[in-house]
């Protein structure tokens, strides 16, 4: 690196595997404007090697003796000045992707991941700007949709609680798109009293119509339940 060139990207690589260290930092190396400062086999000793050579990036693997790399993960970040952190590893469970970007870490890649993307990761990260390995990304996208439904379920279930039994009965019939007439004949209920209950059902929960009842219904998964 020439004077007037920036000044090099510092990498720290943790890794409790001395060939993935070796490998990692000849690919990094290939980088004129990337440096390996340092390297750790245990979560423990990234502490003090980031206290001594002040990297940039560290390069992070999960599964390491002593300290694992989600707990280092967290140690480290919730320092004033912490490095950017890339979580690298074979594994890629929901729970280890949001408990390293809950602890602050700025990526996530797999170790499959090809050497040029790992490189350019860690440019971009230094940079400040987050990367997720594509796979990562669509299951995080997956697992907040589930995270929504879940949401979404819970408060429907909530406010249908507000119903007595009968009221429940009704609505999930209501649900399933059957009529007054319908719903009278299988819960041996007449239609005016159908009707009633029906009223009822729209004050307690606030709601406009039939539809909005039978929409809440499949929101709380009464229609799966009930079949």
């Excluded at 050497?115 to 997720?132: C, D, K, S």
């Excluded at 209920?189 to 159908?194: C, D, F, G, K, R």
């Amino acid at each position: 690196m020439t004077a007037s060139d920036p000044r090099p990207v510092g990498v720290l690589i943790a890794d409790d595997d001395p060939l993935v260290r070796s490998g990692l930092t000849m690919m990094l190396g290939g980088a004129p404007d990337i440096r390996v400062v340092a390297e750790a086999g245990d979560g423990a000793e990234v502490l003090s090697l980031v206290d001594r050579h002040t990297p940039d990036v560290v390069l992070m693997d999960i599964r390491m003796p002593l300290m694992d790399g989600l707990a280092a993960t967290e140690a480290l970040r919730a320092r004033r000045g912490a490095p950017e952190v890339i979580v690298l590893t074979t594994f890629d469970a929901d729970e280890h992707v949001l408990r390293a970007l809950r602890a602050g870490a700025a990526g996530f890649l797999l170790k499959d991941t090809p050497p040029a993307e790992i490189v350019a990761a860690v440019r971009q990260v230094a940079r400040g700007h987050p990367v997720l390995s594509p796979a990562v990304t669509r299951r995080l996208i997956a697992r907040v949709a589930e995270s929504d439904h879940d949401r979404r379920r819970a408060r429907a279930r909530d406010r249908l609680a507000l119903l007595n039994h009968r009221e429940r009965e009704v609505a999930v019939a209501v649900g399933q798109g059957r009529s007054n007439a319908d719903i009278g004949a299988v819960l041996y209920l007449s239609v005016p009293t159908v009707k009633t209950h029906v009223s009822g059902i729209l004050t307690k929960l606030d709601l406009n119509n039939r539809v909005q009842i039978a929409l809440l219904v499949n929101d709380a998964g009464l229609l799966d339940d009930a079949g």
